[in-house]
Structure formats: structure tokens, C-alpha cells
């Protein structure tokens, strides 16, 4: 067995390394100038490879895990992030581990600095921490100046959706409304896809906001409305009214 090492995790990931995923990767992400993905490395391994590996050092110790976060390759924080998650939900981790992992993942989410990696840990190591316990931390990253903090916020109430409490999706989306960022706009609109059609403070939200939310998070959230009723939405959005 490969010892438990951040090392490790690499050697392992240079092995699979492709020149053409790597390609993949440069255009699919924006890593441009001024783009959220400027800055970011991708050496070229497949991310079902990634998520294989993190499985097999699923009991990385965090101090470890941290490591992979410092890497300027992306798919070592991939790694770093797949592994808190799937930690964090083992039924053998202890409420210690899991307190520790939630720690890790705010004090350094400065690494954790792309959608993928937000979508990776937010909704397995954030908002399972919270569901019994104070949400107020969300509400200070939704008014973070980090977009990725802001991610964070709106797909952590998923944990709070399962559940069937929509009182915190509704508030931060209130919240980030007027958010800049697209990739905001899209996660605040899939947690609102989530609620329930019928649920009336869901109903009462977009009668408020639907003609002034930005089009892409109106667009994800009417989803899986029937036509009709996406069609009187859009409309109120093109009337502004």
C-alpha cells in the first residue's frame, strides 16, 4: 500500500499525466488575463483519475492534505478537496476529524479558488457542518469579496435543502442578487432549482425578484418549472416589470 503522503498523491498523479487532457483542460477553463481561472496550472490528469486516487487516500491526514492545497497544480487541490470530502462523510470519522477538515477547507480557501474545487468540498464539508449548528458563517461569506467564498455560501444550504429548509438558500440568495460574478449567478440559481416548485416562500421570491435577477440565475432556477410558468417569469424578466 502507498503510504499516506501528499507526495505520494503526486508521484501517483505524474504517472498519469496526458499532454492531451492537459490541452482539454487550457481550453476549457478560462485561464486567461483577467479571466477566474488566470494564474491556475493544469498538468493533464483526468479528473475520474483524480477522484480514484482520492478514494484511495481517503485517510490523509489533514496536515497532508494541506499540502496538496499549496500546489500550484490544479489537480492536486482537486485531489486535496475530493479527499476532505469523501472523509468528511465516512462513518468512521469522528466529530474531531470532521471540525478539523471544516477548518481546514475556511482557512484555506484561498486555495481553494476555482468552481470545480468550490463545487467539490462546499456541499459535503460545509454545509453538512452547519446543519445543527449556528449558519451565521455563511452569511459572512456571502458578503465575502472572494467570489469563491460567495460560491461557497449559496451551495453550502444544499445540505439544508435535503432537509427541507429553504430559509437559508432564499436569504443568501437575497443576498447575492446583485452579485457581479456569473459563476454566482449560476450556483445561486441551482440552489433555487432544488426548493421545491410549490413551496410559497420559493413562489414568493420570484415574484419579487424575477424581473430584476440577473438572466442566468432566473434561467437556472426555472429550470424544471413547467413551460408556463418559466414562460410568465422569463417574460416578467424581458419586461422588467
Request: charged fraction near 30%.
Amino acid at each position: 500500500m502507498a503510504a499516506l503522503t501528499a507526495e505520494a498523491v503526486k508521484s501517483r498523479m505524474d504517472a498519469l499525466q496526458s499532454d492531451a487532457e492537459k490541452l482539454k483542460y487550457n481550453r476549457y477553463f478560462k485561464l486567461g488575463t483577467g479571466e477566474y481561472g488566470e494564474g491556475d496550472v493544469f498538468m493533464g490528469v483526468r479528473m475520474g483519475a483524480v477522484f480514484d486516487l482520492a478514494k484511495e487516500f481517503v485517510a490523509l491526514d489533514p496536515s497532508e492534505i494541506e499540502i496538496l492545497l499549496e500546489s500550484e497544480i490544479h489537480e492536486h487541490r482537486a485531489a486535496a478537496v475530493s479527499i476532505m470530502a469523501k472523509q468528511y462523510k465516512l462513518k468512521s470519522t469522528t466529530p474531531e476529524r470532521r471540525e478539523e477538515l471544516h477548518r481546514l477547507y475556511l482557512r484555506r480557501h484561498d486555495r481553494i479558488n476555482n468552481w470545480d474545487l468550490v463545487d467539490l468540498g462546499a456541499w459535503h464539508v460545509i454545509g453538512p457542518h452547519l446543519v445543527d449548528g449556528q449558519r451565521t458563517l455563511l452569511y459572512e461569506l456571502a458578503r465575502s469579496a472572494s467570489q469563491w467564498e460567495r460560491r461557497t455560501a449559496i451551495l453550502a444550504t444544499f445540505a439544508f435543502i435535503k432537509r427541507g429548509e429553504f430559509a437559508d438558500t432564499l436569504a443568501i440568495a437575497e443576498i447575492l442578487l446583485d452579485d457581479r460574478e456569473d459563476l454566482v449567478h449560476k450556483a445561486v440559481g441551482w440552489m433555487l432549482r432544488c426548493i421545491p416548485q410549490s413551496d410559497p416562500a420559493l413562489i414568493a421570491f420570484l415574484d419579487k425578484y424575477a424581473a430584476t435577477m440577473p438572466r442566468t440565475m432566473l434561467r437556472a432556477a426555472l429550470e424544471k418549472f413547467p413551460n408556463d410558468r418559466r414562460t410568465h417569469y422569463m417574460e416578467r424578466a424581458k419586461s422588467g416589470s
